[in-house]
């Protein structure tokens, strides 16, 4: 896991957007998992700038959504769907029959999700995952004792996790119970992974994921089991990590170090870069993890 540190969200935001735009060059037709909420905006404001103002190319590109409140529909300001469509799809070239969103208003929630995870394989599995954490420590919505190997399916969310989201809601109890959400083994077949973490609110969720033991009960915490994942935090969201002064460390000798040949975005260089493209009614999960 890398761990690096920024001073402030808007340095987190654009060396996130940097490794979006480093994999797309790298290759045009990627399949990005994509997360909503407060977290990824910035990313998303400066993926739109970066489209705009210098090519960057969607045109080819896949995108799967980590979840969806059930209920919502497309059209629902508050669902994640529309959610996307206002902050990222609408202002970049990516062509609509290659957006996916989990469903929040499906017939068939078991059916759906068995297709969704089907779908993501026939595009090829994600290459790059972008992700936020609950205060709970959750990723998606894999609330705390969700299983580390579960799939797409639906979840009931947490009191703390509906408190948290009460803010897009005009009252708490606008905010759906249950969500569709990609599970943490769908997650973590990712071929690369990025978390990206804000504000003090998010430090203890931020130390029990990087720091404390692999365990249900934050569910980031997975991610120590996977191969490839930066994070990327403020220093608020960096405050409580035991291991700060050694993070800092590898991020300062990162300049010097060998430059591994899988990965073209090895660099915590926060500034965008990279060459311009060419021309041109709930129903139960699918046996997998807890309602
Ligand atoms: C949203 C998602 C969630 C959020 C998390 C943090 O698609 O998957 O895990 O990333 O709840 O939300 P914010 O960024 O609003 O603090």
Redesign the pocket.
């Known amino acids: 896991m890398e761990v690096i540190v920024h001073e402030n969200y808007d340095l987190v935001s654009r060396a996130a957007a940097a490794i979006v735009a480093q994999t797309l060059n790298a290759k045009p037709n990627a399949v990005l998992g ?7 905006l910035g990313l998303y404001q400066e993926l739109v700038r970066c489209h705009r103002d210098e090519g960057l190319d969607f045109s080819q590109v896949v995108t799967f ?3 969806e409140y059930v209920g919502l529909s497309k059209n629902d300001p508050r669902s ?1 769907y529309y959610f996307m469509r206002e902050n990222l799809f609408r202002h970049v070239n990516i062509a609509p029959q290659n957006i996916y969103v989990p469903s929040g208003t499906t017939d068939n929630y078991q059916a759906f999700c068995t297709w969704y995870e089907r779908r993501i394989q026939e595009s090829g599995g994600i290459d790059l995952q972008v ?5 709970d420590g ?5 609330e705390p004792s969700s299983s580390l190997g579960s799939r797409t399916r639906i979840k009931t969310l947490a009191r703390q ?1 509906i408190d ?2 009460a803010r897009f809601f005009d009252r708490p109890e606008d905010v759906p119970i249950y969500a569709i ?1 990609m599970g943490v083994g769908t997650i973590l077949e990712a071929r690369q992974i990025l978390l990206m973490a804000n ?1 003090a609110k ?1 430090a203890p969720a931020v130390a029990a994921a990087i720091e404390g033991p692999v365990t249900s009960r934050i569910t980031a915490s997975a991610l120590q089991m996977h191969s490839d994942v930066t994070c990327l935090l403020d220093t608020d969201a960096a405050s409580q990590l035991e291991m700060i002064d050694y993070y800092r460390w590898v991020q300062a000798k990162h300049p010097g170090a060998p430059v591994r040949a899988s990965r073209p975005h090895f660099s915590s260089h926060p500034t965008v870069r990279y060459d311009a493209p060419p021309a041109r009614s709930p129903v139960r999960s699918n046996g997998v993890g807890s309602l």
């Open positions: 994509l997360a909503t909420g407060s977290t990824p959504n980590l979840d994640y992700l936020g954490i609950g205060s959750h990723i998606g919505f894999n996790t948290d989201n959400t504000g998010k």
